[in-house]
T-cell receptor, first 113, second 115 residues
Framework: NAGVTQTPKFRVLKTGQSMTLLCAQD?????MYWYRQDPGMGLRLIHY???????AKGEVPDGYNVSRLKKQNFLLGLESAAPSQTSVYFC????????????FGDGTRLSIL | AQTVTQSQPEMSVQEAETVTLSCTYD???????LFWYKQPPSRQMILVIR??????QNATENRFSVNFQKAAKSFSLKISDSQLGDAAMYFC????????????FGKGTRLHILP
């Protein structure tokens, strides 16, 4: 009963490097989300997807790209990492836009030097 | 634009006592959902309780209950008989019932349980 799995859990990058964070869910959820969590800021929505093949921008999308080629996977990419992108990243999924709660992964701590 | 405000960055409560965490929100929508999530030091986000805006009855889950005041746009969380395991960061969240991108989290309240 894995739920939402994020890989990797930790990563250190140098400025300008690129990387992809992977999120996988096994609950057949339609909706998936990427958030970043910074001290004193709560969670802020980066991008989201309402189904396979769809993506949309959230509150803070700049510097990130996403893809949802398969229903169970939602990838977050950083093309050219910047120190301002140092954060903890959370993936979440939900069955729909309803009172059903989001299920979260355990987060990825990303440091950009 | 919707906003969620948690005015208490930190709170402390004695074990076995009751504590209330406040949350206010601003919206022009009439149909929405409200959630409280708990984030312990393990970093995992866990649903505590949820409330549908169209329901007048306050939600309750064991020791956790809410005081939902729709007109005042207030959604406070009451934790009764506080336990050491309740120590965590608590986030209030708003979700629009009509827009996919309107999911707003408050900045959180860190709750300390004193033995």
């Amino acid at each position: 009963n894995a739920g939402v799995t994020q890989t990797p859990k930790f990563r250190v990058l140098k400025t300008g490097q690129s990387m992809t964070l992977l999120c996988a869910q096994d609950m057949n959820h339609e909706y998936m989300y990427w958030y970043r969590q910074d001290p004193g800021m709560g969670l802020r929505l980066i991008h989201y997807s309402v189904g396979e093949g769809t993506t949309a921008k959230g509150e803070v999308p700049d510097g990130y790209n996403v893809s949802r080629l398969k229903k169970q996977n939602f990838l977050l990419g950083l093309e050219s990492a910047a120190p301002s992108q140092t954060s903890v990243y959370f993936c979440a999924s939900s069955p729909d836009r309803s009172n059903q709660p989001q299920h979260f992964g355990d987060g990825t701590r990303l440091s950009i030097l | 634009a919707q906003t969620v405000t948690q005015s208490q960055p930190e709170m402390s409560v004695q074990e076995a006592e009751t504590v209330t965490l406040s949350c206010t929100y601003d919206t022009s929508e009439s149909d929405y959902y409200l959630f409280w999530y708990k984030q312990p030091p393990s970093r995992q986000m866990i649903l505590v309780i949820r409330q549908e805006a169209y329901k007048q009855q306050n939600a309750t889950e064991n020791r956790f209950s809410v005081n939902f005041q729709k007109a005042a746009k207030s959604f406070s969380l009451k934790i009764s008989d506080s336990q050491l395991g309740d120590a965590a960061m608590y986030f209030c969240a708003y979700r629009s019932a009509n827009r996919d991108d309107k999911i707003i989290f408050g900045k959180g309240t860190r709750l300390h349980i004193l033995p």
